[in-house]
């Protein structure tokens, strides 16, 4: 790489920035649903920029609104280029803003581009001698490269000086723009010579020189040998003018009226407020962080705490009165306190995060916004203060927790309500919870953690964990804090808690659909949780390592079978290799590209691939069997506890989309049972001595919540025949009477319902069943021939979707679609496939977790003796029930199921059991 002089002018293309950040991943959005990706990619970048090179002076170029005068000279300029996407159009005023405000010059001159102004900075600074970095995408640049210009491509880190240009392109800058006109450009409309590409640019201007010096030389033209030499010297003669309007198209104008004195691009003193409030609307979470705590770098530009102050101000500050408990008298005052509030606000502290082994380090208290306490019990670290003993503390406050007439309102509550069983404490009155609330208000807005909703929605930079116990292996546990920094943190939990209360409960009460799934579904649903949670699962570590063992055999014949097929050996778990033996030794078409140009080795390419290739069939079977070995069969054993000989997973109520639990440490959705390998894995999931395991399940539910949202007549005749629906549908598509339909016929319907649900196209299709494109769209054109409710549903939903810019599930639940208006067609079709899944997906989550209330009711009436439920996986219940019980409650079990919603098909629940989970399918 070329080296760069010390504190260059730099010159950055802001619309080239633009535009890649557009198309770049992350597509980010706000609360609001506006568009924030670009923002942050081209801040990101300015920010990379000043980080690497500490620059004193600095513009951020960009192009003008208006024709330029290459317009004027060719009226098709850029007439092929669509209009700007209306999701990005949005994003360029906050952009300007942001420039602004971090103290960058921003400049925009009418009538020409953005190239044109940098290029005459960059001849008015080379006049100077003074060194120019320019930051850019744009190969056109490259035109401008000197002894003094040099490039730098920032999203590949690939500098150009004059050597470099030659590198690149196999010429020096100065046959740059020659190159550009000869071959022209479809994107900008430049029309170049009919024929002339890359290579033969190349040829020409290597072996003659420039196009006045191949005008001057026609003759010589054949004698070069490239593909079409021989007629190109009258093709050159043909479109002579046409090559000269390319290089006056493609040349930079390097004489635009622009500010002479470089040094007025000095970088300025940083607006911090504005920046604040700038990227408080955005939702940068990490940057406002970095910004309120004066920790955003040492460069003025790069946000830091430029007057050397220790911490920046909060984006507002709050007024608050804390206090920390630590006599009887204190407590009593308190515990009075508390029972007079309407509503309190309750945390714990604990010594991890783990709620099957966290032990209770104190508890936090808040009765109005600013008046909160801290209550330490467990602070054991040398010279901590005298506490309250944890007899006299549970002895008082028990009755307070428990009582379910003080209502309470807590941050993820179900972790709370699990530490306070394992310490023998009791919680009820769980009447309100911050992060369920942001999440049945807008379940992809945000993160739904209480740091993230703090800066959200009350502008607040909460004490964060860090602050107090520090990083990495050298950080405390809560037990080990001063109880100077851990008092203010814990009560600032509490107090922020009912923030937040004060701040969301008014924004879901507007909305009674959301109200009802917040009260009827999401709270009540913490509790079973908790209960489902500590339960736990018995599993048979010996087999597991069985398994183990067993994986790790066939994962090395694999890798043998790989390294024949090769020819050499290689790392089967590394891209890089992987891309070198598929695609460059073994010559394999490259069907999707990384974000750097690289061939992609995901797996749906894989996938793809593997229809015509052996080694690519290889690679994916090792990629699933070395997940399960290093997620399970390695993994589980180690996540029994020691207490209990269980397993404890955590279910996620506020992370996906549609309202589906997820579930992690171990993630029980996960586990395969399609293959035998994961079969096998759910063999080690048992019951107890004199207990079996018992899996009700429902059937085919969004297939069924599809016929009863599409209303179609097919559909719902269907399922209220008790016909194999699948069946029913390969019966219609193919025109064959029920009883002649095949298998393959069967598993071909099959595709086609499942695939529709997910808003599969004719493409997508065609890859899952191996077949012609033209034959997928033949099945798909049939099937809504015979059930036409279904596309009329589909149309119906994607049109409400763009205007409501959200859909609902049957019970109110809204999954909002920020790109559902998207000018992206790849991002708008992505929403479109979502909003017709979604409705199905969230119905059908609703429904197994009103099934779970039910269920959990009933329980209450039985032995935990008889029966447990141990696990919630998609659309399933796991119980562990006494043998001489489960016939019986298998038939209550499915009833109640059937029962938790009224469909107009029946909702039909299929239960097994066996002495493990797998024989319970």
């Known amino acids: 790489m070329s080296s760069i002089p010390e504190n260059p002018l730099i010159l950055v293309d802001g619309s080239s920035y633009l535009f890649r950040a557009y198309h770049a991943p992350p597509h980010l959005t706000n609360s609001k649903g506006e568009a924030t990706g670009a923002i942050y990619g081209v801040i990101n970048m300015l920010k990379s920029l000043l980080k690497q090179y500490q620059p004193s002076h600095m513009v951020v170029v960009f192009d003008a609104k208006g024709p330029t005068f290459r317009n004027e000279m060719y009226s098709e300029y850029k007439a092929h280029r669509p209009p700007m996407p209306d999701d990005l159009r949005t994003q360029i005023q906050p952009i300007h803003d942001i420039i602004k405000a971090m103290g960058l010059p921003l400049v925009s001159i009418s009538g020409v581009e953005a190239d044109d102004v940098i290029g005459t900075f960059a001849r008015i600074a080379s006049e100077q001698k003074r060194h120019v970095l320019i930051s850019t995408g744009d190969k056109d640049m490259a035109q401008l490269v000197n002894e003094h210009v040099t490039l730098i491509n920032t999203m590949t880190n690939t500098v150009l000086d004059p050597q470099g240009v030659v590198d690149k392109f196999g010429i020096g800058p100065e046959l740059i723009i020659d190159y550009l006109a000869l071959?022209?450009?479809?994107?900008?409309?430049?029309?170049?010579?009919?024929?002339?590409?890359?290579?033969?640019?190349?040829?020409?201007?290597?072996?003659?020189?420039?196009?006045?010096?191949?005008?001057?030389?026609?003759?010589?033209?054949?004698?070069?040998?490239?593909?079409?030499?021989?007629?190109?010297?009258?093709?050159?003669?043909?479109?002579?003018?046409?090559?000269?309007?390319s290089y006056e198209l493609a040349t930079i104008k390097l004489d635009v009226d622009v500010e002479q004195d470089l040094d007025k691009f000095a970088i300025g003193e940083v607006n911090k407020d504005q920046l604040i409030e700038l990227y408080a609307q955005c939702e940068f979470k990490r940057w406002l962080s970095e910004l309120l705590e004066g920790t955003a770098g040492n460069n003025k530009a790069d946000i830091a705490d430029v007057e050397g102050q220790s911490s920046a101000p909060t984006l507002k500050q709050i007024e608050a009165h804390y206090e920390t408990i630590l006599t009887e008298a204190q407590l009593d005052t308190w515990l009075a306190k508390l029972r007079a509030a309407e509503l309190i606000a309750f945390d714990t502290e604990t010594t991890s995060l783990d709620y099957m082994q966290a032990d209770l380090v104190g508890m936090s208290f808040a009765v109005a916004a600013g008046e909160a306490a801290y209550l330490p019990?467990?602070?054991?670290?040398?010279?901590?203060?005298?506490?309250?003993?944890?007899?006299?503390?549970?002895?008082?406050?028990?009755?307070?927790?428990?009582?379910?007439?003080?209502?309470?309102?807590?941050?993820?509550?179900?972790y709370d309500k699990s530490v306070l069983a394992r310490a023998g404490l009791e919680l009820n009155g769980i009447a309100f919870d911050t992060m369920l609330e942001s999440y049945v208000f807008n379940s992809v807005g945000t993160r739904h953690d209480m740091d993230s909703l703090a800066l959200k929605f009350l502008g607040h930079k909460n004490i964060s964990f860090e602050d107090i116990a520090g990083k990495g292996k050298s950080q405390l546990t809560f037990n080990q804090i001063e109880l100077e920094k851990a008092a203010p943190y814990a009560a600032e939990d509490a107090d922020i808690t009912l923030r937040l209360h004060q701040h969301l409960w008014p924004l879901l009460q507007q909305q009674k659909e959301l109200l009802v799934v917040f009260n009827d579904i999401e709270l009540?649903?913490?509790?079973?949780?908790?209960?489902?949670?500590?339960?736990?699962?018995?599993?048979?570590?010996?087999?597991?390592?069985?398994?183990?063992?067993?994986?790790?055999?066939?994962?090395?014949?694999?890798?043998?079978?790989?390294?024949?097929?090769?020819?050499?050996?290689?790392?089967?778990?590394?891209?890089?290799?992987?891309?070198?033996?598929?695609?460059?030794?073994?010559?394999?078409?490259?069907?999707?590209?990384?974000?750097?140009?690289?061939?992609?080795?995901?797996?749906?390419?894989?996938?793809?691939?593997?229809?015509?290739?052996?080694?690519?069939?290889?690679?994916?079977?090792?990629?699933?069997?070395?997940?399960?070995?290093?997620?399970?069969?390695?993994?589980?054993?180690?996540?029994?506890?020691?207490?209990?000989?269980?397993?404890?997973?955590?279910?996620?109520?506020?992370?996906?989309?549609?309202?589906?639990?997820?579930?992690?440490?171990?993630?029980?959705?996960?586990?395969?049972?399609?293959?035998?390998?994961?079969?096998?894995?759910?063999?080690?999931?048992?019951?107890?001595?004199?207990?079996?395991?018992?899996?009700?399940?429902?059937?085919?539910?969004?297939?069924?919540?599809?016929?009863?949202?599409?209303?179609?007549?097919?559909?719902?005749?269907?399922?209220?025949?008790?016909?194999?629906?699948?069946?029913?549908?390969a019966s219609e598509v193919f025109s064959v009477p029920l009883e002649e339909v095949t298998s393959d016929m069967r598993r071909k319907a099959k595709a086609v319902n499942f695939g529709l649900i997910y808003g599969m196209s004719a493409f997508g299709l065609s890859r899952q069943l191996d077949i012609p494109r033209h034959e997928a769209q033949h099945y798909m054109d049939k099937y809504f021939e015979r059930f036409p409710g279904v596309l009329e549903y589909m149309e119906r939903t994607r049109e409400e979707a763009a205007e409501k810019g959200y859909v609902e599930t049957l019970f109110g639940r809204r999954l909002h679609l920020p790109d559902i208006k998207a000018r992206n067609g790849a991002r708008r079709k992505a929403a479109e496939r979502a909003a017709i899944n979604a409705p199905m997906q969230g119905t059908a989550a609703d429904i197994i977790k009103k099934a779970m209330l039910k269920v959990s009711d009933w329980l209450h009436t039985q032995s935990s003796d008889d029966i447990k439920l141990l696990m919630q996986v998609h659309d399933e219940l796991v119980f562990e029930v006494a043998k001489d019980k489960v016939v019986q409650f298998s038939a209550t079990i499915c009833q109640l199921m059937s029962d938790a919603a009224t469909l107009d098909v029946p909702l039909l629940v299929e239960a097994d059991y066996g002495e493990n989970w797998d024989q319970a399918h």
């Open 183 to 245: 071959m022209g450009d479809k994107v900008d409309n430049i029309p170049g010579v009919p024929g002339v590409g890359e290579k033969t640019a190349l040829a020409m201007l290597q072996g003659i020189g420039s196009i006045d010096a191949l005008y001057e030389r026609l003759d010589d033209i054949a004698g070069l040998g490239f593909r079409g030499s021989k007629t190109m010297a009258k093709k050159l003669a043909e479109h002579k003018e046409q090559l000269a309007l």
């Open 377 to 414: 019990i467990g602070h054991d670290y040398l010279g901590a203060p005298e506490q309250l003993s944890k007899s006299v503390v549970f002895e008082k406050v028990a009755p307070l927790l428990a009582d379910p007439a003080v209502k309470k309102v807590g941050q993820n509550l179900k």
């Open 524 to 729: 009540p649903l913490l509790s079973v949780l908790s209960d489902i949670e500590r339960t736990g699962v018995k599993i048979d570590s010996d087999m597991l390592a069985k398994q183990s063992v067993e994986l790790a055999q066939r994962l090395e014949e694999i890798e043998k079978e790989a390294f024949e097929l090769a020819g050499e050996e290689f790392n089967l778990s590394s891209p890089k290799q992987l891309q070198v033996i598929l695609f460059d030794k073994q010559g394999l078409p490259v069907i999707k590209k990384t974000p750097k140009g690289a061939p992609s080795t995901a797996e749906e390419v894989l996938q793809e691939l593997a229809h015509d290739y052996p080694l690519p069939k290889l690679i994916i079977e090792h990629r699933g069997l070395a997940k399960l070995k290093s997620t399970y069969t390695d993994k589980l054993p180690k996540l029994v506890n020691p207490e209990t000989g269980r397993v404890h997973t955590s279910y996620h109520q506020a992370v996906t989309a549609t309202g589906r639990l997820s579930s992690s440490d171990p993630n029980l959705q996960n586990i395969p049972i399609r293959n035998e390998a994961g079969r096998r894995i759910r063999q080690a999931f048992i019951a107890d001595a004199g207990k079996q395991i018992l899996a009700a399940d429902y059937s085919q539910i969004e297939l069924r919540i599809m016929a009863h949202l599409s209303q179609d007549k097919g559909l719902l005749s269907a399922f209220a025949h008790g016909k194999d629906v699948h069946s029913a549908t």
